[in-house]
């Protein structure tokens, strides 16, 4: 069992940078690839980024790569997505996702969840 809280979202003029944390409880952390994905009203939710359960892999979402970055620090059981460059596009709630795959890049692949954070870039 894996319990997911994320933090740092908040409001951001375009441009800006936010960086979302995900603390994640359990002696386990390590084994579970970890993701994040977005959801903004009306739309379904998306895949942003994710990362392989030792940090070796990673990938993004087309409309994501080159500003955001996932990492992850075991010791400290936490995933974290460095956003620079925001826009207002990039407005929504995000999620962190935990699963046993090598890789989580479907929201329907995610064992766990957290609760979201709340993103919002003004223009």
């Known amino acids: 069992q894996v319990q997911l809280v994320e933090s740092g979202g908040g409001l951001v003029q375009a441009g800006g940078s936010l960086r979302l944390s995900c603390a994640a409880s359990?002696?386990?952390?390590?084994?579970?690839?970890m993701g994040w994905f977005r959801q903004a009203p009306g739309k379904d939710r998306e895949f942003v980024a994710t990362?392989?359960?030792?940090?070796?892999?990673?990938y993004y979402a087309d409309s994501v790569k080159g500003r955001f970055t996932i990492s992850r620090d075991n010791a400290k059981n936490t995933v974290y997505l460095q956003m620079n460059s925001l826009k207002p596009e990039d407005t929504a709630v995000y999620y962190c996702?935990?699963?046993?795959?090598?890789?989580?890049?479907?929201?329907?692949?995610?064992?766990?969840w957290g609760q979201g954070t709340q993103v919002t870039v003004s223009s």
């Open positions: 996702a935990a699963d046993q795959r090598p890789l989580v890049t479907s929201a329907a692949m995610a064992d766990y």
């Open positions: 359990g002696r386990t952390f390590s084994s579970y690839a």
């Open positions: 990362i392989s359960w030792r940090g070796g892999s990673t």
